[in-house]
């Protein structure tokens, strides 16, 4: 990643080449991280989530964007074992994800944040670090009774919690407790969090909502961090900026479907993301761009 990355501002450098043939919805990925086919979610009669076909490309940055109510939590939710499809299957890394709790989906190297932070008020900072680490032997009963069992684990964690809340800017805040943090330092701790699990693919579920503007910076470039060393990410989004800046790819929802996908600078041009997220042609009717309803010639 080159330096570019930092400047706010400046757009940083993409990847690219991650798709096979022709740009549309549900086009084929070099090298997918995720693949989705046929899931839905309906909540009583209304469709929440409808894809055909979707893949998340690999080692890249993927944003995905869509007005409010165009299904992109409930897709996280169903990703990450957070919820159910009504139909559907939907892979991580070549397994088959269908029916798998989301702390085991967690455990297979896909983790995610949260639009409102689920950091554990009365917990410190560095407990809550803590709780996020993989195969703790204090959690089983028989171990837990011995701490020569667990003790040198317990220091191993301690150890990586810390060098995360450095590298976040959060090391002086250890000892406090979380529900002392500023919104944008939960957002810095949600992800760091995320990150002692040694993730493969990280979803951040809005990531710059509610941030105060002078952490803006500091969350974009811990976001590029991710990609350089070596993770996916997958984030939702409503702020086009951060999209335009960092992402390398964009996948755009409307009506629970997938309207449009490709890189940031020919999906902004795109006339089905005009109508359906940027609203430039208040006339349209979103079902005629999802392919939900059909209107007589002549009327939009």
Not at 127 to 140: F, H, S, T, Y
Not at 151 to 170: D, G, P, Q, S, T
């Amino acid at each position: 990643m080159s330096s570019s990355a930092k400047i706010p501002g400046k757009p940083a450098s993409k990847t690219t080449g991650l798709h096979i043939g022709e740009i549309r919805p549900g086009v084929s990925k070099v090298d997918p991280i995720v693949t989705i086919d046929g899931v839905s979610r309906r909540f009583g009669g209304l469709t929440a989530v409808d894809v055909e076909h979707l893949e998340i490309p690999r080692g890249a940055i993927t944003a995905l964007i869509g007005p409010n109510g165009a299904g992109k939590t409930t897709l996280f939710n169903l990703l990450t074992g957070f919820d159910k499809p009504d139909t559907g299957s939907w892979s991580f890394a070549g397994k088959s994800l269908a029916g798998i709790p989301a702390f085991k989906v967690a455990q297979m190297g896909q983790v995610r944040t949260f639009q409102l932070t689920k950091a554990l008020s009365l917990l410190t900072v560095l407990e809550n670090m803590k709780l996020g680490a993989k195969d703790q032997r204090g959690e089983k009963l028989l171990y837990s009774l011995f701490s020569f069992l667990w003790k040198v684990k317990e220091v191993e964690i301690e150890a990586k919690a810390m060098e995360l809340l450095k590298r976040f800017k959060l090391d002086a805040k250890k000892d406090d407790f979380a529900a002392s943090l500023s919104g944008g330092q939960r957002k810095l701790l949600e992800m760091a969090r995320a990150l002692m699990t040694d993730p493969v693919l990280v979803m951040l579920d809005e990531p710059m909502a509610g941030v105060n503007p002078a952490l803006t910076q500091s969350l974009l470039e811990h976001v590029l961090g991710l990609k350089e060393q070596g993770m996916t990410v997958l984030f939702v989004e409503h702020d086009m900026h951060m999209v335009r800046h960092i992402a390398d790819w964009v996948i755009v929802m409307a009506e629970g479907r997938v309207v449009a996908e490709g890189p940031a600078e020919e999906v902004m041009k795109n006339p089905a993301v005009i109508d359906a997220y940027l609203g430039s042609h208040q006339d349209t009717d979103l079902g005629t761009i999802t392919g939900r309803i059909t209107l007589p010639k002549g009327k939009k």
